[in-house]
């Protein structure tokens, strides 16, 4: 048998460069993205207070929500203590110590400092959803605008909100009696934009302890929990309500070893609000009429909570009844708002 010689033939190895091109592409989009958003948000942070400063040639706070100075100035007037306003007067505390007493500038500050760290928390919070980083500021935006997307109560995106004519065909105004809002929550001074900071990154630690059992994570988020009677009470009760039900869920459903850290979490919290709500500021006027009207504010969709509740028992019947612990997570943020609405119904009906 004979082979046929071939002639030589001089092969050159070119390398691949579409992975490189690739890879850079993807890092430069994902730097305009960041400088997007950044731009974004530090536009809406100054957009309302330049429109006035030209609109009347002078300096001076202007309201996005029309309850706003009053809150802000009862925050500035009332000494720091440990209650649930006690992060919404850090900031005023430190630039008095510094030697910023004017109220627009403390305004001004809080417009500057507190949505831009929402917005980043919430963008840690998003790491929970996705790795890739224009997904996460696509997320951590959708986190930051919820209520104004998907309550039908802002009067930014609708003007009359959906809520309203909801609340007329419906008849019942006490128990559907929308909660109208003329600014992004985001941005409103002091609050809720402070606790937002809080509530992004706790809501994050929940999720990435629980949705896979990790315990030292879950160790940090019984230690945080009592200083949520720090923060504002609408916020802090989200973030009791995911918290208890998730470990519960957690400790039973999947047999996690959660009690150790849960329930002396629990006694704590409990005696820290306990310690929280009898100070004098917390039985003033001001702090009275939330626990009568705005318990709590943040008050997502009854309609989107049941079509994501729906979903969750669709996925849950398609895995023969198998929950995964983060669709039993997901099941549990959506259960939140109908708390809220049981809140309400009450509430409602008092006043």
Same mark, same amino acid.
């Given at each position: 048998m004979e082979? @046929?010689?071939?002639? +030589?033939r001089n092969i050159t190895i070119v390398p691949r460069q579409d992975s490189g091109v690739a890879l850079a592409g993807g890092t430069l989009a994902n730097r305009l993205a960041i400088l997007a958003t950044a731009f974004v948000i530090a536009f809406s942070c100054f957009w309302s207070t330049a429109k006035f400063d030209v609109g009347v040639h002078e300096f001076a706070l202007f309201?996005?929500? +029309?309850?706003? *100075?009053?809150?802000?100035?009862? @925050? @500035?007037?009332? +000494? =720091?203590?440990?209650?649930?306003?006690?992060?919404? %007067?850090?900031?005023?505390? /430190?630039?008095?110590?510094?030697?910023?007493t004017s109220f627009d500038w403390i305004a001004l500050a809080y417009q500057a400092i507190f949505p831009p760290l929402a917005f980043l928390a919430a963008f840690i919070a998003a790491r929970c959803l996705s790795s890739r980083t224009i997904t996460r500021l696509t997320l951590a935006l959708l986190l930051c605008l919820a209520f104004d997307i998907l309550s039908g109560s802002s009067q930014v995106v609708a003007n009359p909100p959906p809520a309203i004519a909801v609340a007329d065909?419906?008849? &019942?105004?006490? =128990? #559907?009696?929308p909660d109208l809002w003329s600014c992004f929550p985001i941005f409103r001074r002091p609050e809720p934009q402070v606790s937002f900071c809080f509530l992004f990154l706790y809501l994050f630690g929940v999720v990435h302890s629980l949705g896979s059992w990790r315990p030292r994570s879950y160790r940090f988020v019984c230690l945080a929990t009592p200083f949520?009677?720090?923060?504002y009470i609408?916020?802090?009760?989200?973030?009791? $309500?995911?918290?208890?039900? /998730?470990?519960?869920?957690a400790g039973l459903l999947y047999? %996690? *070893?959660?009690? &150790?850290?849960?329930? *002396?979490?629990?006694?704590?919290?409990?005696?820290?609000?306990?310690? /929280? #709500? /009898? !100070?004098?500021?917390?039985?003033?006027?001001?702090?009275?009429?939330?626990?009568?009207?705005h318990l709590p504010t943040l008050r997502p969709s009854m309609l989107w909570s049941a079509l994501g509740i729906t979903l969750c028992v669709?996925?849950?019947?398609?895995?023969? !009844?198998?929950?995964? *612990?983060?669709?039993? $997570?997901?099941?549990? #943020?959506? =259960?939140? +708002?109908? #708390? @809220?609405?049981?809140?309400?119904?009450?509430?409602? %009906?008092a006043i």
């Open positions: 082979f @046929a010689a071939s002639e +030589p309201q996005a929500a +029309p309850d706003e *100075p009053f809150y802000l100035s009862v @925050a @500035a007037d009332t +000494p =720091l203590s440990l209650d649930y306003r006690f992060t919404s %007067r850090i900031l005023i505390e /430190a630039l008095r110590a510094a030697g910023v065909f419906i008849g &019942k105004d006490w =128990l #559907f009696r949520t009677c720090l923060i609408t916020t802090g009760l989200i973030a009791l $309500l995911v918290f208890g039900m /998730a470990s519960l869920t047999r %996690r *070893p959660v009690w &150790k850290w849960f329930i *002396p979490s629990l006694i704590i919290t409990a005696a820290a609000y306990a310690l /929280a #709500f /009898a !100070g004098a500021s917390s039985q003033a006027a001001s702090a009275t009429t939330v626990f009568a009207t669709f996925a849950a019947w398609r895995h023969n !009844g198998r929950l995964h *612990p983060r669709l039993c $997570l997901a099941f549990i #943020f959506l =259960l939140v +708002p109908f #708390f @809220a609405l049981n809140q309400q119904i009450l509430t409602g %009906r």
